[in-house]
């Protein structure tokens, strides 16, 4: 990084967390620190809620997916507008007029204290293990740019946005957010557009389309119905139905969002913003990953992006067969990058039949290649004793600092930082308020008044924050963040979700039937995942429906008079 | 008594649902159109 690079983190940095500190003068009761005397207008709330989803690990690993596997990802988000339309007619009203702090209070109203406690330590232990791999995405990042060790840059990264979430409640996580996603935005759209002027003079962006195209990296919809595969139109439309109904209607850290809203409408209209924008904005981000991919049909790039595994087998006792493997990866590209630029030709010289021919010599010299790359990356698994290495996540920050000019890579970087300190602050408030609401005012001390609700809330996050950094340590050696994130949500989502739905939906539910049906739901789960070979999406389907029958089916064992929400009434 | 407390074929019609309702099927509409677009996109340039 150059100097202008640092001043542009620097001012980015100095700015979110002035911005930040300066709302403690609104965090000093309970209602302001947890819930911002719910009076934020839509648009800040609607931002907000896109800022927490949208991490880190979104622009670091979606843009790596999109540069090895393509745009497939993108029907993962198929179910979102959809779950955000069955949210804004069933939970917003719901929790909004219960004035709870947490979505976890309503259980106990409808059904009974265990079961609120059971739904919120799920939350704590599932959102307490994903925080950890929010913060793990940037500091690999940081470890790269900087050459700091991983360990350093967690800590750093994790520390300094607990340290402001910790003083400014959720009213900063808030208007912090919307700040964020505009640094978000425009460095991405700049990261699009230098993107595209790197491109040799003769390849326009359709050219640039067409290559991607041909090696299969512009499929967006995907209809083979294979419940092993993990990203088709089925598994995004169903399990991603269900994984967003129990996201965006169960986590605490995306309900506690719409909380902070002036009114039901406002609440509504929040989540609808998300339903407008979220696929065409995922859209983006992997464009930036599929069109990485196109520069580097002109630029050699790294066999193994991640440089330090790079060095250590170069240098190891392997160093001669891995040399080897370079050169080989060397004569690969260079006949890659003459077919890539035979195909743009053909394809202009409008001639179909030598462009059919140009096509398959490129997609031939490509899949070449990465059979190379595959051996290089299968040595690395190899000779570093890590059978789950892969340098995905290596591939955009790699890109960035290498070719981006100065100043540029400073605004990425900041929306990356960005990125990460939006979600990361708003997931470690939402652990905050649960464990304060819903286990020290519920459990520990009951009559707790507003100023050690809010201290004990502090207490909270800054614990969470640290917690979240030692979980880090360990996500940096998984796969695909993107798909670590998602699969540590997946294991308990849909089951968090099919106690919503009986509690919401099936007013013959009883308590005997939600908590012992949440236990089977979370079993299921775990065979499904430890036995079969289904997709992760798809077990936010598995759980929420084994909940909602199982709860059923025992709830009718139930011959006790209704719920106390239900004699209430 | 608040409503949210009740079962949802027991809520009552807020004002303004009729309006709500239009927004919801704009917005199915427009992930339909979105889909659509991504799905000719995908098969504009993958052919």
Not at chain 1, 212 to 219: C, I, K, V
Not at chain 1, 270 to 282: E, G, R
Request: charged fraction near 15%.
């Amino acid at each position: 990084m150059r100097l202008l690079d640092w001043a542009v983190v620097a001012a980015y940095l100095i700015y979110i967390i002035w911005d930040g500190v300066r709302m403690t003068k609104h965090s000093k009761h309970a209602e302001g620190y947890f819930l911002a005397n719910r009076s934020l207008p839509w648009w800040a709330v609607g931002l907000s809620v896109m800022a927490t989803q949208l991490s880190a690990i979104t622009l670091v690993g979606t843009t790596g997916q999109a540069y090895s596997d393509g745009m497939r990802f993108i029907q993962f988000y198929y179910g979102l507008p959809f779950a955000m339309i069955i949210l804004c007619v069933t939970a917003v009203p719901f929790f909004y007029r219960a004035k709870v702090f947490t979505a976890y209070e309503y259980l106990e109203k409808r059904f009974d204290l265990k079961t609120r406690t059971l739904t919120s330590f799920f939350f704590l232990i599932s959102r307490g293990l994903g925080v950890g791999v929010i913060i793990a995405a940037p500091s690999v990042i940081l470890s790269i740019v900087l050459g700091w060790s991983e360990v350093w840059t967690i800590f750093a990264m994790g520390l300094s946005t607990t340290a402001y979430t910790m003083v400014g409640g959720v009213q900063a996580v808030t208007w912090t957010d919307v700040k964020q996603v505009i640094v978000i935005f425009f460095g991405l759209f700049v990261c699009l557009f230098i993107i595209v002027a790197k491109f040799p003079a003769d390849v326009s962006l359709g050219d640039a389309l067409h290559l991607a195209g041909a090696t299969g990296r512009l499929t967006t919809i995907d209809t083979t119905f294979d419940l092993k595969q993990t990203y088709t139109l089925w598994s995004g439309l169903i399990g991603g139905l269900f994984l967003m109904l129990a996201y965006f209607g169960c986590d605490q850290s995306q309900v506690q969002r719409y909380l902070t809203a002036k009114s039901v409408n406002e609440g509504r209209t929040s989540l609808l913003m998300s339903a407008f924008v979220k696929i065409p904005m995922q859209f983006l981000i992997l464009l930036v990953g599929v069109l990485v991919f196109v520069f580097y049909q002109f630029e050699r790039p790294p066999m193994i992006f991640n440089q330090v595994e790079d060095s250590r087998i170069a240098q190891g006792a392997r160093a001669n067969e891995y040399g080897a493997l370079q050169a080989e990866y060397a004569g690969a590209h260079a006949a890659r990058q003459q077919a890539a630029g035979d195909y743009v030709r053909a394809g202009q010289s409008g001639d179909a039949a030598i462009e059919s021919a140009a096509r398959q010599q490129y997609v031939e010299a490509n899949n070449s290649l990465n059979e190379v790359r595959g051996r290089g990356v299968a040595l690395v698994k190899e000779a570093s004793g890590k059978p789950t290495f892969t340098d995905v996540n290596y591939v955009f920050p790699t890109f960035v600092v290498q070719h981006m000019p100065a100043g540029v890579v400073g605004l990425i970087i900041a929306a990356i930082f960005a990125a990460a300190m939006s979600s990361i602050s708003a997931e470690l408030n939402a652990l905050a308020t649960a464990t304060t609401i819903d286990f020290y005012r519920r459990h520990l001390r009951p009559n707790a008044d507003d100023r050690r609700s809010v201290l004990v809330g502090r207490i909270a996050t800054g614990v969470w924050g640290v917690f979240a950094c030692f979980v880090a340590l360990y996500a940096t050696t998984l796969g695909s963040l993107i798909e670590v994130v998602n699969r540590f949500g997946s294991f308990f989502y849909g089951s968090l979700l099919g106690v919503f739905v009986l509690a919401v939906a099936v007013p013959r539910a009883r308590s005997r039937g939600a908590f012992w049906g949440l236990l089977f739901g979370i079993a299921s789960v775990w065979i499904a995942s430890r036995f079969t070979d289904i997709a992760f999406l798809w077990f936010n389907v598995i759980g929420c429906l084994a909940v909602v029958v199982v709860g059923y089916l025992l709830s009718l064992t139930d011959r006790s008079a209704p719920d106390p929400i239900r004699t209430r009434e | 008594m608040s409503d949210f407390n009740l079962p949802l074929k027991d809520k009552p019609r807020a004002d303004g649902e009729t309006r709500w309702r239009a927004i919801y099927l704009a917005v199915v509409l427009f992930t339909v159109l979105v889909i659509g677009a991504l799905w000719l996109f995908s098969r504009a340039f993958s052919s």
